[in-house]
C-alpha cells in the first residue's frame, strides 16, 4: 500500500510538471504594430523597443511597421482573422467601434499609477468608453498656421500670439490684406474636410454632435457650428483670398505653394513643421502662428495617437508594462520630438527642449492646454457618417456648388439617418 501510494504521488507530480508553464521555452514575444512614419518618428521608437528587449528579456517586443493609410481596415481584417497584433497604435478616433466590438482591451485595471496620473483626465476621455479605457493617449496634434514671415510683415498685419490670437472675423480681414494678382493670404488643404471643420469649430463653441438623457448622438448644426465653415467658404467663394484648387488637396501639396509666395499662409497639423523644416528653399522665413480664436478661445478638438492592447493578447499585463516604459517622460519626450507633435503626459510637456522658440516648439506647447476630444469621440457610426454624408456634404460647400442651408439639411437628415442605425 504505501509502495503504490508513493507511486500515485509521484505520478501526480509528473502531471503537474506537464501542465505548469514551461519557461524555458523562451521569452513571451508581444507583436508591436507601429504607425511612425517619419525617420525620426520610426528610429525613435525602434531604439525605445530595442531598450526594452535589451531589459526585458523575459518579454521581446516584436516590432511591426503598419501604416496610417490603411490602418482601420488592415486592424478590422486581422481582428476578425484572429491575427491582430499585441500591442496598437491607432488614432483615438479610431477605437469607438474596435472598443464596441470587443476587438480591445480594458486596460483600467492594467495600466499603474504613475501612468494615468500623468496624462490630464479629459485626454484620458479620448479612449474612454462605457467608464473603460480602450488605449493609452499618448501623442496629440494641434491645428496651426504655418506663415510666410515675409508676407506678413510686407502687409505689416498684427502678428497673432497665443495670448492675443487673430479672431475668425480678423483672420479673414488679414487674409484678405495679404491677397492680390495671383496670390492668396491662405491656402486650405481641404482633401479631408471633416476633422479639420469639426476640431476647429470647437472654438467658436461649435460641437455638432449631441448626447441626449438616452445616450443616443444626434447631429445638430447650430449657428456655432457655422462659423468656420463659413469663414473657410467666404475666403474661397466671395473673398477670394483662398483658392478653390487646394481644397481636394493634402497638406503636403500646398508647402511648394507657400514657398512659392503663392499663399501667404496654410493652416495644417503641428507635425508638418518637419517637413518646412526640411523642404524649405534658402532664405525662406517662416514662423507658426495660434489657429484663429472664437467665443471659446483657443480650445481646439484633437484625436491623439493611441496604444492599445488587443483583446486576444494572452499576455496583458506584460503588454501594460511595455507601454508603461514606452510612456515614461522621457520617452514620452522621445517619440514626440520623432514626430514634431506635442506628448500628452503633464511632466514631458515641461521639458525644454518642447519650449525652444526654434520651429515654433513654444506655440504649439502653449496651446496644449487647450486642446479637447474631438467632437466626433466616441460617436458610433463616425466612420460612414464621414465618408458618406460629411465629407461631400462639406466639399461642395467650401466649393460653392451648395449653401449654408442645404449643408445643415444634409449633415443633420442624412447623418442622423447614418448615426440611427448604429444606437438601436
Not at 372 to 389: I, L, M, T
Request: charged share 20%; glycine share 8%.
Amino acid at each position: 500500500m504505501r509502495t503504490r501510494a508513493t507511486a500515485l504521488v509521484v505520478l501526480l507530480l509528473l502531471l503537474a510538471g506537464c501542465t505548469a508553464p514551461d519557461h524555458r521555452d523562451g521569452p513571451v514575444t508581444l507583436r508591436f504594430q507601429s504607425l511612425a512614419w517619419q525617420q525620426e518618428s520610426v528610429t525613435a521608437t525602434k531604439d525605445l523597443v530595442k531598450e526594452w528587449n535589451t531589459t526585458h528579456p523575459d518579454v521581446k517586443i516584436e516590432y511591426v511597421q503598419g501604416s496610417w493609410d490603411s490602418v482601420h481596415d488592415q486592424l478590422l481584417t486581422a481582428f476578425e482573422g484572429g491575427e491582430a497584433p499585441d500591442i496598437i497604435h491607432d488614432a483615438s478616433d479610431d477605437l469607438a467601434d474596435f472598443a464596441h466590438g470587443g476587438y480591445l482591451a480594458d486596460l483600467t485595471a492594467l495600466l499603474p499609477a504613475r501612468l494615468k496620473a500623468g496624462i490630464p483626465r479629459g485626454t484620458w476621455d479620448t479612449a474612454t468608453f462605457d467608464n473603460r479605457v480602450y488605449g493609452v493617449p499618448f501623442l496629440q496634434e494641434p491645428r496651426v498656421l504655418i506663415a510666410d514671415s515675409a508676407r506678413l510683415r510686407a502687409a505689416k498685419v498684427r502678428i497673432p500670439t497665443p495670448e492675443h490670437p487673430w479672431s475668425w472675423p480678423e483672420f479673414r480681414e488679414v487674409t484678405r490684406a495679404l491677397s492680390g494678382p495671383g496670390r492668396y493670404g491662405v491656402a486650405w488643404p481641404l482633401k479631408e474636410p471633416v476633422s479639420a471643420t469639426l476640431n476647429l469649430s470647437l472654438s467658436a463653441g461649435g460641437h455638432l454632435f449631441h448626447r441626449g438623457a438616452d445616450g443616443k448622438v444626434t447631429v445638430r448644426f447650430t449657428e456655432a457650428d457655422a462659423v468656420v465653415p463659413r469663414t473657410i467658404h467666404d475666403q474661397v467663394t466671395v473673398d477670394h483670398s483662398a483658392p478653390s484648387a487646394t481644397l481636394g488637396s493634402g497638406g503636403s501639396d500646398t508647402l511648394p505653394g507657400l514657398f512659392g509666395g503663392r499663399y501667404a499662409m496654410v493652416p495644417l497639423g503641428f507635425s508638418y513643421r518637419q517637413q518646412v523644416a526640411q523642404q524649405a528653399p534658402e532664405g525662406f522665413r517662416w514662423q507658426v502662428l495660434p489657429a484663429p480664436a472664437g467665443a471659446d478661445g483657443l480650445t481646439q478638438g484633437v484625436s491623439p495617437q493611441t496604444l492599445s492592447v488587443s483583446a486576444d493578447c494572452p499576455h496583458k499585463e506584460e503588454a501594460a508594462r511595455f507601454l508603461d516604459f514606452l510612456l515614461r517622460p522621457r520617452n514620452m519626450v522621445r517619440l514626440a520630438l520623432g514626430d514634431w507633435m506635442l506628448p500628452t503626459g503633464t511632466e514631458a510637456l515641461k521639458d525644454p527642449a518642447l519650449h525652444t522658440a526654434e520651429d515654433g516648439w513654444a506655440t504649439g506647447t502653449a496651446l496644449a492646454g487647450r486642446l479637447r476630444p474631438a467632437p466626433a469621440q466616441s460617436v458610433r457610426g463616425y466612420a460612414e457618417w464621414k465618408d458618406n454624408v460629411a465629407t461631400p456634404a462639406y466639399q461642395e460647400y467650401y466649393s460653392g456648388a451648395i449653401g449654408l442651408t442645404e449643408l445643415r439639411e444634409r449633415l443633420e437628415k442624412d447623418g442622423n439617418l447614418v448615426l440611427a442605425r448604429y444606437q438601436r
